[in-house]
């Protein structure tokens, strides 16, 4: 067990170190979900109530699509300089890889909501810092990227490689976004605890239900 | 394999009889329904295509599972066949309930549990279908394949669930009705018997098509192979 978790532990570090050496990655994802943000800020800058009623969809937005960019590159560059190979002849089991690669999405994904969170409560004027619109942001990307990182090391060896993640991403996806929408929605609204609970439930549902299939799907997606 | 079997021309046959039947029941026999007159008559065929289109959808996941533990090529056949033939059923259950739902509803679509879940289907479906294109060895595709059927049935009910949970109006025919559904009917006995046989006639006519769609994909497998066992003699 320790020394799954070490290997897990490696394949997060060489890609927090790779990211760390371009910053390519996370400065396009950063800079897009910005542009996201924005351009919805200027374009319901008239209608308030929009504004209001709107703002958990346009977030949930942001991240799903800045979240394609940034998975379509954390899987391309792996394939483009012989790394992929390189990884799957590592003496060891080839789940690790893949709970590597979510954990090192999910930290870059985290990053960027980090990042994002203040600029969009800011422009929106809604409180997002509340410990339970947190949990939301997080099992809510949790699921997403989960999803993505399987399909992104799927899609990587497929001839149409760039268009086709959001393809078969978004669809897949679709519970998870509408349940973390309404979630956010719940807690920017300040409703009782109660009526979010059912999407919260429904997060951790899938979040379980996904992470397990993958895992034991992982092995056919890189088998050669 | 490359004679058709005689069982499949009497299951043309059947299908063939079936829909006639099928047809002469909902327009011919199955009473005009009281409140919404004609255009009722959509429903039989409706939630006939309707069904079919998930029984493909659930044939391809079983597929998958199947192919992933065995290997065998002759799944992905399965439910690559079974995803072609729903696609297009469930287009046209989406079609049907469409026109029935702008005299009804006074809209051809609403962002219903059940209308919601029939988009995500038919999108999932063309996905699949984008993905195998994009790969040329047959190992990896099936592969592919398989594992994305998979996910799309476990995501579906999820998607089901999660609008379920926003809100619906779709009638509930079979089964009980919720208050908020509007178009909702009781069905007499010359419906009921109208409404089962067509949904065991599409029955059939599906298991016909992924019969002969199934055969199909032997037969371009088989022609790849002797393919490429031509060219090889040639050099």
Partial sequence: MKSYLNAVKAVIWKDLTAEWRTRENLTAMLVFALLTVLIFNFALELDIQAQESLSAGILWVTFVFAGTIGLNRSMASEKDRGCLDGLLLAPVDRS??????????????????????????????????????????????????????????????????????????????????????????????????????????????????????AFMVFDYVVEE | ?????????????????????????????????????????????????????????????????????????????????????????????????????????????????????????????????????????????????????IFGSISVPLTFISIRLLRTIHPVVIGNAEAAAQGGFNMDDPMKIAFFFSLAAFSVFFTDLLWHRIRLGNLREELGKLRIKAYAEED
């Fill in chain 2, 1 to 149: 394999m490359t004679d058709k079997p005689r069982l499949l021309t009497y299951l043309d046959f059947l299908t063939v009889v079936v829909l006639l039947i099928a047809i002469w029941l909902v327009f011919f026999y199955a009473p005009v329904e009281v409140m919404m007159g004609a255009v009722q008559k959509v429903f039989y065929f409706h939630v006939a295509t309707a069904w079919v289109g998930m029984l493909g959808f659930l044939a391809s996941a079983y597929a998958g599972i199947a192919y992933l533990r065995k290997s065998d090529l002759r799944w992905d056949v399965i439910g690559y066949a079974a995803i072609e033939i729903s696609l297009v059923f469930f287009l046209v259950a989406i079609i049907m309930g469409s026109i029935w739902a702008r005299p009804i509803w006074n809209t051809w679509w609403t962002w219903d549990p059940r209308l919601t879940t029939a988009a995500i289907v038919e999108l999932i479906f063309a996905a699949y279908l984008l993905l195998r294109q994009g790969v040329d060895d047959p190992e990896r595709r099936a592969r592919f394949g398989a594992i994305y059927a």
């Fill in chain 1, 96 to 213: 690790v890889i893949y709970f590597g690669k979510v954990i090192g999405n999910m930290i870059f994904m985290l990053l960027v909501e980090l990042i994002i969170l203040p600029i969009y409560s800011f422009l929106f004027t809604v409180p997002v810092f509340q410990p339970g619109f947190l949990l939301v942001v997080f099992l809510g990307s949790f699921g997403y990227v989960a999803v993505g990182t399987l399909l992104a090391t799927m899609v990587i060896q497929v001839r149409t490689r760039d268009i086709l993640l959001p393809i078969l991403l978004f669809p897949l996806t679709l519970p998870v976004v509408i349940a973390a929408v309404k979630a956010s929605q719940g807690f920017l609204e300040f409703l009782p605890v109660a009526e979010v609970s059912t999407w919260l439930n429904l997060l951790i549902v899938y979040d379980l239900i996904f992470i397990a299939v």
